[in-house]
Nanobody, 115 residues
Framework: QVQLVESGGGLVQTGGSLRLSCVASGTIAGFNPMGWYRQAPGNQRELVAVIGSGGRINYADSVKGRFTISRDNAKNTVYLQMNSLKPEDTAVYYC?????????WGRGTQVTVSS
């Protein structure tokens, strides 16, 4: 079974930056799309950013201009660069990958932005 492992979360001050990584146990070249979701306490899980195998990208309105998603198929890794972080970004961030008809999830990494 495909394993996705997130890393890079932590505690950062408002306005700071973090870079999340999601490493797959196998090749990600065929995953389309891959993405990041987040869930804060009391909130629904929401899509943050997705990237297709050809580089097509979509962002949630709340993170446009601040977050950048990218993928490195040779390293079997997808990244989420988060800049200008706000307290509202505090959540558990989950990696997601689709290899139709299958879908895979990581266990999540905590991001906390101090007010």
């Amino acid at each position: 079974q495909v394993q996705l492992v997130e890393s890079g979360g932590g505690l950062v001050q408002t306005g700071g930056s973090l870079r999340l990584s999601c490493v797959a146990s196998g090749t990600i070249a065929g995953f389309n799309p891959m993405g990041w979701y987040r869930q804060a306490p009391g909130n629904q899980r929401e899509l943050v950013a997705v990237i297709g195998s050809g580089g097509r990208i979509n962002y949630a309105d709340s993170v446009k201009g601040r977050f950048t998603i990218s993928r490195d198929n040779a390293k079997n890794t997808v990244y989420l660069q988060m800049n200008s972080l706000k307290p509202e970004d505090t959540a558990v961030y989950y990696c997601n990958a689709v290899d139709a008809p299958f879908q895979y999830w990581g266990r999540g990494t905590q991001v906390t932005v101090s007010s």
